[in-house]
T-cell receptor
């Protein structure tokens, strides 16, 4: 157990809808990263939040957005869902930003878009 | 652009065998390399992290080596067990805050 919790565990949406995924960081961690893992692929970096500000973004369109709250929990929002958004979404927290800080992953949210 | 490749994509071995999983990366300017384990439909568990200045790390039956100049890392699993069955992912960090993952090696160890 890493102490990083994600909700919900599974979610089914239809194309065009909007979705919010939630992540609770490990205690004492102020940095949260989100990754998308399509079936049979490695995780792809979406973005990172550090002290409530976006701190780096991968190659994802603006309809992927996020928030980090004062307690360092985080949300990932996806608008106008597309079929290709079906994936496992992973959240990872670390003690602070920077490459030397190990990221601890949650169990993920499985999103299916029909 | 950094690319990470893992070979083989899948591996099936009898219990007790020693095995090697391979990871290669195109840009040697990495900060660290990490090996993860992922059980079906689950999140990632960190197994070993090797800093760019290190050559290897060991944890129990696992040993990971790093040759940064040639862009390669190997994960050695000794005396494999059915409980080792999972997907193994390697990821590099290039001193930004994002991990760049390979596509993984799916390992099955049968009794």
């Amino acid at each position: 157990e890493t102490g990083v919790t994600q909700s919900p565990t599974h979610l089914i949406k239809t194309r065009g809808q909007q979705v919010t995924l939630r992540c609770s960081s490990q205690s004492g961690h102020n940095t949260v990263s989100w990754y998308q893992q399509a079936l049979g692929q490695g995780p792809q970096f979406i973005f990172q939040y550090y002290r409530e500000e976006e701190n780096g973004r991968g190659n994802f369109p603006p309809r992927f957005s996020g928030l980090q709250f004062p307690n360092y929990s985080s949300e990932l929002n996806v608008n106008a869902l597309e079929l290709d958004d079906s994936a496992l979404y992973l959240c990872a927290s670390s003690e602070k930003q920077g490459a030397k800080n190990i990221q601890y992953f949650g169990a993920g949210t499985r999103l299916s878009v029909l | 652009k950094q690319e990470v490749t893992q070979i083989p994509a899948a591996l099936s071995v009898p219990e007790g065998e020693n095995l090697v999983l391979n990871c290669s990366f195109t840009d040697s300017a990495i900060y660290n390399l990490q090996w993860f384990r992922q059980d079906p439909g689950k999140g990632l568990t960190s197994l070993l992290l090797i800093q760019s200045s290190q050559r290897e790390q060991t944890s129990g039956r696992l040993n990971a080596s790093l040759d940064k100049s040639s862009g390669r890392s190997t994960l050695y699993i000794a005396a494999s067990q059915p409980g080792d069955s999972a997907t193994y992912l390697c990821a590099v960090n290039d001193n930004t805050d994002k991990l760049i993952f390979g596509t993984g090696t799916r390992l099955q160890v049968f009794p």
